[in-house]
């Protein structure tokens, strides 16, 4: 199993930045492929990016696509998602998961563990 703890989250305006961390253990996080995912009150849980075991491999949710980076550092046992342009409609808890399998899409089954989230907050 995996343990997985995120951080980072925040507070920020319209336009700024967050970086985003998941740290695991328990085991190797090579071993996983991973996602980030995202839950504002009141809605469903979204998919927002997922990267393969290697990192050689990333998919975004067309809302973030061109202004999230999801990357890892297998070495540091550590997942990272850059988000810059942040706008008010991404405040969310943002969530960390992690599958056993090669799948690093938008299903939330697909996914094995998770973390206990991040939140991040943009005010206008």
């Known amino acids: 199993q995996v343990q997985l703890v995120e951080s980072g989250g925040g507070l920020v305006q319209a336009g700024g930045s967050l970086r985003l961390s998941c740290a695991a253990s328990?085991?190797?996080?090579?071993?996983?492929?991973m996602g980030w995912f995202r839950q504002a009150p009141g809605k469903e849980r979204e998919f927002v990016a997922g990267?393969?075991?290697?990192?050689?491999?990333?998919y975004y949710a067309t809302s973030v696509k061109g202004r999230f980076t999801i990357s890892r550092d297998n070495s540091k046992n550590t997942v990272f998602l850059q988000m810059n342009s942040l706008k008010p409609e991404d405040t969310a808890i943002y969530y960390c998961?992690?599958?056993?399998?090669?799948?690093?899409?938008?299903?939330?089954?697909?996914?094995?563990?998770w973390g206990r989230g991040t939140q991040v907050t943009v005010s206008s």
């Open positions: 998961a992690a599958t056993s399998g090669t799948y690093y899409g938008s299903q939330t089954s697909q996914y094995d563990y």
């Open positions: 990267i393969s075991r290697s990192g050689g491999g990333t």
């Open positions: 328990g085991r190797t996080v090579s071993s996983y492929a």
